[in-house]
């Protein structure tokens, strides 16, 4: 059979009561003193960290809060810019827009003016197609100016060819008058100066005929661009 439970006297309820008030003071007291003790460490620890050893500068324990609140404005600073370049382009951009829209409705405007003066005017601009007959004459009269162009090259080298025989024959005259001199004869051979006067004779026509062909050359070759650009016509 399960015994009743005794019930406990004052004088019994007292003791206990007092014997755990003690208990539990030494506890409070215990937890208070090592909670001390922490923040004694720690005081001593932050002091010796902030003197500093004989090298070094002593520390502002406020730097970090000034540092954090520094770089808090900063982002501030940041992202105020950011939002200010972000609006100026987006005014600039609808300025542009703008300025693009009444530029395109005063053309509009000019066009409509410009057509309606043309009705008025009853005169309607309107591109002019060569006909084929017009192209024809037109072919036919650059041919007949580059056949005169020829004819004038074919009369210049024929002046220029009797130029220069002209000339050799001057120079054939010269030389021989030149070796008839008796000075010359006293001290040269015949048989060197026949050789001098050849090939003196020799250099003044190659001289005149080189000048003669390139003059010639320069002519034709203009002439021949014209022609083809009035056949792709």
């Keep these: 059979m399960s015994e009743c439970p005794r019930s406990l006297s004052n004088q019994t309820k007292l003791r206990i009561r007092a014997s755990l008030r003690k208990l539990w003071g030494e506890r409070l007291k215990w937890k208070r003193s090592r909670e001390k003790f922490f923040q004694s460490w720690a005081e001593s620890i932050a002091n010796a960290a902030k003197v500093g050893g004989s090298d070094q500068e002593e520390l502002e324990w406020d730097s970090y809060d000034k540092i954090k609140r520094e770089i808090a404005l ?102 021989v008058s030149f070796i008839k001199t008796p000075q010359v004869q006293k001290t040269v051979s015949l048989a060197d100066q026949i050789r001098a006067a050849k090939k003196r004779t020799g250099d003044v026509n190659g001289k005149a005929f080189s000048i003669a062909s390139s003059d010639s050359q320069s002519i034709e070759v203009s002439a021949e661009a014209k022609f083809s650009t009035v056949e792709t016509k």
């Design 74 to 175: 900063e982002r501030l600073q940041l992202a105020a810019e950011k939002a200010k370049a972000k609006e100026i382009t987006r005014i600039r951009a609808e300025r542009a827009a703008q300025r693009k829209m009444e530029r395109m409705q005063r053309l509009a405007q000019r066009r409509k003016e410009r057509e309606e003066k043309q009705k008025v005017e009853g005169k309607t601009k309107r591109p002019r197609k060569r006909s084929k007959q017009e192209k024809e004459e037109l072919a036919v009269a650059e041919e007949l100016k580059l056949k005169a162009k020829l004819v004038k090259i074919q009369k210049k080298k024929s002046t220029l060819s009797h130029v220069c025989r002209e000339h050799r024959r001057a120079w054939e005259k010269l030389d």
